[in-house]
């Protein structure tokens, strides 16, 4: 039996655009009307979808549409998708900052959320009793509190600082000691919404290094949003993707972080080819990439050896002819050229399942496709497709607090090195 902490059904959330008070009260009033009657609310029948990049015919927008999804307690699930993508009103919704239009949420747990710098803290207090204004808000007594407070401030590093007024403290200061209070004060769902990209590298390291022990040891659950691809992978276990207010992806991590770097939920590390490729010399069949030891399924990353696989028949062994990639990245460059017959192998009569392996680490992050030639006797082309297919890199797990992003270049090769 799973142990279900917290179950989001069909939430959807409406927003009214424009100037509050233009025709409001005449919109309310209507939805009275129909609410007397005991009809619905007919507001809910229109609304645009949440595009932003996009101009509307309504009055009234979706930011959420039909969320549906199931978290078990002590799971780190990671929300990600594109800026106004629904992300951070779903996280409001659930930490009770603002209901939902529609739908429901249940709770299996205490909630502490840090959706913002300084969510909950009063400027004119002192960090110390701000630590007792948040405990109490999460419903800690007194006594409970005292007994955490030593460590807070610690993991904070803002001891200096701790009976200074909070106004007077750095963004970095606030989400330092807001973070602190949030995982100290043993909360079962903790919900965090960006904010550590505000503190520094160590911080960083800290913080998800404390969110994976409550997880693991505390057994709670952590929602945790960020744009952060190399944090949301080496933390979390499974993923969700929004896009336009509506969930499009609910699965590993992995493969939602693909997904959303992709913008489509189809592999784009495999193609089949029609018959439109079968010539009068060979059949090309299928290209596929795929991490060594997986599937065309799972994800490629900085870290890994890739492997290209393609399927190819030779239909006249007299023809002599190889099968050559070109590779370019997403500006058209044209990387480096490579062949089987660099490695002295040949075609056989009839169906070929050619294999080439790139060394493990070699790719830096980004995106790449692939140029396809057949060549007849080392000389004449017969057959050519640019961009014929392409793929994506993704960053690799790495440390927190080590260089998160894409490092210059695109290759990244393992040169050998001595110190003498």
């Not at 909630?111 to 009063?122: D, H, I, P, Q, R």
């Amino acid at each position: 039996m799973k142990d279900i902490i917290l179950k989001a059904e069909n939430i959807s959330k409406q927003y009214r655009l424009g100037q509050v008070g233009t025709g409001t009260m005449a919109h309310d009033l209507n939805r009275w009307w129909h609410q007397v009657r005991g009809k619905e609310n007919p507001y809910l029948k229109i609304g645009d979808t949440n595009d932003r990049s996009t101009k509307g015919e309504s009055d009234y927008v979706w930011a959420l549409q039909n969320i549906n999804f199931e978290v078990e307690r002590g799971e780190i699930l990671g929300i990600i998708g594109k800026n106004g993508a629904g992300k951070s009103t779903l996280l409001k919704i659930l930490s009770r900052v603002t209901a939902p239009t529609t739908g429901s949420i249940k709770f299996g747990g205490r909630v502490a959320s840090l959706l913002e710098v300084g969510t909950g803290f009063n400027g004119e207090m002192t960090g110390r009793e701000n630590i007792f204004l948040n405990g109490a808000i999460l419903g800690m007594t007194k006594k409970e509190i005292t007994a955490k407070i030593d460590e807070i401030i610690d993991f904070s590093g803002c001891e200096r600082y701790i009976d200074t007024p909070v106004k007077r403290y750095s963004s970095g200061m606030y989400v330092r000691l807001a973070f602190a209070v949030a995982a100290f004060l043993e909360p079962d769902i903790l919900i965090i919404d960006e904010v550590l990209a505000v503190g520094d590298a160590e911080f960083q390291k800290k913080a998800i290094g404390k969110m994976q022990d409550i997880s693991r040891e505390g057994g709670r659950t952590v929602l945790f949003v960020s744009h952060n691809m190399a944090a949301v992978k080496s933390l979390c276990t499974r993923g969700i993707v929004l896009e336009n207010g509506n969930v499009k992806f609910d699965g590993k991590i992995e493969n939602a972080v693909s997904f959303y770097l992709s913008g489509d939920s189809e592999s784009q590390n495999k193609k089949t080819f029609s018959s439109e490729y079968d010539k009068k010399e060979f059949r090309l069949h299928e290209i596929s990439l795929n991490p060594i030891g997986k599937s065309s399924d799972d994800v490629l990353d900085e870290y890994q050896k890739i492997e290209i696989n393609t399927v190819f028949t030779l239909k006249d062994i007299d023809s002599k002819l190889h099968v050559t990639f070109v590779l370019n990245n997403e500006m058209g460059d044209s990387l480096f050229t490579f062949s089987h017959v660099n490695n002295k192998l040949k075609l056989n009569q009839g169906l070929n399942k050619i294999k080439c392996t790139l060394p493990e680490g070699f790719l830096n992050i980004g995106s790449y496709y692939l140029s396809l030639y057949i060549i007849e006797n080392s000389q004449t082309t017969l057959f050519v497709e640019k961009d014929i297919m392409s793929f994506n890199v993704q960053e690799g797990e790495r440390e927190i607090g080590s260089w998160m992003g894409k490092e210059p270049g695109f290759i990244k090769p393992k040169f050998d090195w001595l110190i003498d």
